[in-house]
């Protein structure tokens, strides 16, 4: 018996150690309470049975008792997801007590892994000693995290689900104290590694204290001595690291360091047990449960202001009907990130949009949940989002024309979280469902050739014949110059993209296109994409162009700069402006996008920890594309 919730990290090694038990006559239940990650999807695929549970719904207890019932053995062995079994015979030498028929429940020992902090080490090492035991009444104690009870004294009593915690002790407690003996074999061993922050250790001792009084082995006079006891320990702590036994752990640090450490640690154990001693009672209020089992947060970038930005733990919001929640996998840096972070987008200068947020607009992700009258998305389903979100009812919506929607919102730009976070929650009529063979990394770019897509049929509106070749000018090779210059040319145009950066133009190379750096040539095209937002190179657009030239401007910003329309009037050109794109766009990008060579654009691939050095590259202009990896796949299993 397994429970989870977001362990894809520890799981797979956990079932793959249980595979190579010398006991064999077993079944494996994973029950999982409403994981946000890949962890459902590991279990299906490795364990026996599934049985996911609402989040709503857990306690310990609870969700113990929902996966028991589904089983057929005679003794139940739990252990917490987070765990790895230390040799192949752990799960032989937990089950053997129990074939005396005095023993309820056996558990075993517990040691520290390589990531867990020092203190706990210390704990576990006092906690679960080298030395076999059986305990009797008044020496309450085991822990499910590495335990194995009878099945048929757990139908007679099962395990209590309205606790916080404690719902092992509680059960040996309760059949100890009717002759039957809790076995401590030590020789049943496992690592259990706990990865948690600060605020989760409080709210775990918080919730076994809560537990502790309810069952009445800790009373509110256990709160006042918890700060000397806890003190009492960090000296201790302190002196384990000074006088090392052999067995010290897996921890290497400096003095200062391990100070610091367990001093914090010291410190939020003993608030979490205080508060939780003088708080009493049991939860009744599902929602406060849910806040104290579950941590619904995740890793953010959030600019808090101009040259403000740091990694921030934020709530993930609640999927309310019409939503989606994605688990983002790759997010691709653009120019407008950097301009929010710098201060300088028009939005955030003129009081359109407002910091806080989280950047990011050009992402790509799984779906992981859905709320009510989202009918076209299923969990597991690859997708990427539209950026520019509108109301979708007033008149200018009704006219398709969305950057008019005086309550539009744009994803990572003006008020609405973007993809730099592991998780996003949006209106799902703005999802959009990828091809299962599509290649997330890939479809990161699928926002910008959207944006591309839109300038250009609007371009393309302007052509009486839109079936005869045209030849083009794509003034800008950058990323988006460059899908502008790939998609007319996949589209059978003649095109010549122009950029002052020869590592740009490289990028061209074999493909057909031609290249130049000098824009003097700029009069032998009728038709002319601007894509830099450079006031000197639009300048030489419209002196430069032929008369009748069809001139497309996606560019921003444009710089402040006098100019005289003469030559576009007296010459009968045409300017043509395009920001954003639409549903429309986003499917045709889906449709366009394998059809594109994009290996320009996907040579730079960081961990979200380093969003400054990405944003720095972006800024050099080495390369086409600077992609963040958010939350870490396996290459084969990020498509």
């Not at 006991?23 to 459902?40: A, F, H, N, Q």
């Not at 890939?442 to 070749?469: F, H, I, M, S």
């Not at 639009?538 to 996606?554: C, E, H, K, T, V």
């Amino acid at each position: 018996m397994i429970r989870t919730f977001n362990e894809e990290k520890f799981l797979p090694d956990l079932l793959a150690a249980i595979e190579q038990q010398a006991y064999r006559d077993y079944e494996t239940i994973v029950v999982d309470s409403g994981s946000l990650d890949r962890t459902r999807k590991i279990a299906a695929q490795k364990a026996d049975k599934l049985l996911p549970i609402e989040s709503r719904d857990f306690t310990f207890g609870h969700s113990l008792n929902v996966g028991i019932q589904q089983t057929s053995g005679k003794y139940i062995v739990i252990v917490s997801a987070h765990t790895l079994p230390f040799d192949e015979h752990w799960l032989g030498n937990l089950v053997e007590p129990l074939h005396d028929d005095n023993t309820a429940m056996v558990y075993g020992r517990q040691l520290g892994g390589k990531s867990s902090k020092f203190s706990e080490i210390q704990d576990m090492r006092r906690t679960f000693g080298p030395q076999r035991s059986v305990l009797r009444p008044p020496r309450f104690f085991a822990n499910n995290a590495n335990s194995a009870v009878r099945k048929d004294l757990w139908q007679q009593h099962p395990f209590d689900e309205g606790l916080l915690g404690l719902e092992d002790i509680e059960w040996a407690k309760y059949w100890m104290e009717r002759s039957y003996q809790v076995v401590y074999e030590p020789r049943a061993a496992l690592y259990h590694i706990h990865e948690e922050n600060w605020r989760q250790i409080r709210r775990r001792y918080y919730r076994e204290a809560v537990a502790a009084r309810w069952i009445g082995i800790q009373t509110t006079l256990h709160a006042v001595v918890n700060p000397f006891l806890e003190l009492t320990r960090l000296v201790l702590d302190w002196g384990r690291f000074l006088y090392p036994a052999k067995d010290r752990g897996t921890n290497r640090m400096r003095f200062r360091d391990m100070a610091r450490e367990t001093i914090r640690f010291r410190l939020n154990k003993s608030m979490g047990t205080m508060k939780g001693l003088l708080d009493g009672g049991i939860m009744e209020n599902p929602n406060v449960r849910k806040e104290i089992f579950f941590d619904r947060t995740c890793k953010a970038v959030v600019i808090q202001g101009a040259q403000q930005a740091a990694i921030e733990e934020i709530e993930i919001p609640e999927v309310k009907p019409g939503d989606a929640l994605i688990r983002v996998a790759y997010e691709a840096v653009c120019s407008t990130d950097i301009e929010i972070y710098e201060g300088t987008l028009g939005y955030y200068q003129n009081g359109t949009a407002k910091y806080p947020i989280v950047p990011g607009h050009e992402f790509s992700g799984r779906v992981v949940s859905v709320g009510p009258n989202v009918n076209h998305l299923a969990v597991g389903d690859c997708v990427v989002v539209e950026c520019i979100q509108s109301c979708g009812t007033c008149e200018a919506c009704q006219r398709e024309n969305y950057i008019a929607c005086k309550q539009r919102t744009e994803l990572g730009v003006i008020g609405r979280n973007g993809g730099y976070a592991e998780y996003v929650v949006v209106p799902g009529r703005y999802v959009h469902r990828l091809p299962p063979d599509f290649d997330l990394m890939k479809a990161c770019l699928c926002e910008p050739l959207a944006v591309a897509l839109k300038g250009l049929k609007r371009l393309r509106r302007t052509w009486r014949d839109r079936k005869a070749q045209r030849q083009v000018a794509v003034v800008g090779a950058g990323s988006l110059g460059h899908l502008c210059a790939r998609v007319l040319d996949l589209w059978g145009h003649r095109v010549t993209a122009f950029d002052h950066n020869q590592e740009r133009l490289g990028y061209f190379a074999g493909s057909g296109i031609n290249v130049s750096e000098d824009l003097s040539g700029l009069g032998d095209f009728e038709n002319l994409v601007e894509v830099t937002g450079n006031p000197d190179a639009l300048d030489a657009i419209l002196y430069q162009s032929p008369p009748g030239a069809r001139i497309l401007l996606l560019g921003l910003p444009y710089a402040h700069r006098q100019y005289t329309f003469e030559n576009i009037v007296a010459y009968d050109k045409m300017l043509v402006g395009s920001v954003g794109s639409a549903a429309k766009h986003f499917d045709l990008a889906i449709e366009l996008l394998p059809q594109i060579e994009t290996d320009a654009f996907t040579g730079k691939v960081l961990p979200l920890s380093m969003f400054k050095e990405a944003w720095e590259i972006t800024k050099n202009g080495k390369h086409l594309k600077t992609i963040l990896r958010i939350n870490d796949s396996p290459p084969d299993e990020s498509n």
